[in-house]
């Protein structure tokens, strides 16, 4: 699953220090985040789960927040790139979630693709993608999808990720700890 990403396409720093775990709904992405945060790894939580858990506080449900779709992509891009424009290149960062996920998000959803979307995807810069293989579906209360949403959200991951020519590695569905371990001698 890996590729070389050319740095001359895409205008972006050839080495930086910034990763990206994803994957699809309940792959263990925040889990692995958490674990990287209490080992004093440097992280940014993911963007939509924020704006999921404030809009869901001020009385709306999951449901209806993600019925305005081009909406919910929007605030994701902006807070997402504004995280990381706050962000040096050579610190080492664990990100859950990058900009092409997004992407990946509003072509599974069958969404308008957003060309300010399209552009930041094409212009992220992320010196590893770890894409973290799916494990057993679980309701945490802001999840709406089943099994084949899982399996097809984490399909158009990769393969955004993969058109955009970054370096991804496939992470096998491990134990947290060994998930870690795995992404740390990758890095």
């Known amino acids: 699953m890996t590729s070389a990403r050319d740095p001359q396409a895409t205008n972006v720093?050839?080495?930086?220090?910034w990763?990206?775990?994803?994957?699809?709904?309940?792959?263990?992405?925040?889990?692995?985040?958490?674990?990287?945060?209490?080992?004093?790894?440097?992280?940014?939580?993911?963007q939509a789960r924020a704006i999921?858990?404030?809009?869901?506080?001020?009385?709306?449900s999951a449901d209806d927040i993600r019925a305005?779709?081009?909406?919910?992509?929007?605030?994701?891009l902006e807070r997402q790139l504004a995280r990381e424009s706050e962000l040096e290149q050579g610190e080492t960062v664990f990100f859950d979630r990058g900009v092409p996920d997004g992407l990946a998000y509003e072509r599974f959803l069958n969404l308008i693709?957003?060309?300010?979307?399209?552009?930041?995807?094409?212009?992220a810069s992320y010196r590893r993608v770890f894409v973290?293989?799916?494990?057993?579906?679980?309701?945490?209360?802001?999840?709406?999808?089943?099994?084949?949403?899982?399996?097809?959200?984490?399909?158009a991951i990769v393969a955004t990720y993969a058109e955009l020519g970054?370096?991804?590695?496939a992470v096998p569905g491990l134990p947290v700890d060994e998930r870690v371990a795995f992404i740390r001698e990758r890095l």
Do not use: Y
């Open 68 to 76: 305005d779709g081009e909406w919910f992509q929007q605030q994701i």
């Open 19 to 46: 990763f990206v775990i994803t994957g699809g709904p309940s792959s263990g992405k925040t889990t692995v985040i958490n674990r990287l945060h209490k080992m004093g790894m440097r992280v940014v939580p993911e």
């Open 52 to 60: 999921l858990d404030e809009e869901m506080v001020a009385g709306r």
């Open 166 to 169: 970054f370096d991804t590695v």
């Open 113 to 123: 693709v957003d060309p300010a979307l399209a552009a930041a995807a094409r212009r």
């Open 13 to 17: 720093p050839e080495r930086n220090s």
């Open 132 to 155: 973290l293989d799916p494990l057993p579906l679980h309701d945490d209360g802001s999840r709406i999808e089943d099994d084949e949403d899982q399996r097809g959200i984490h399909d």
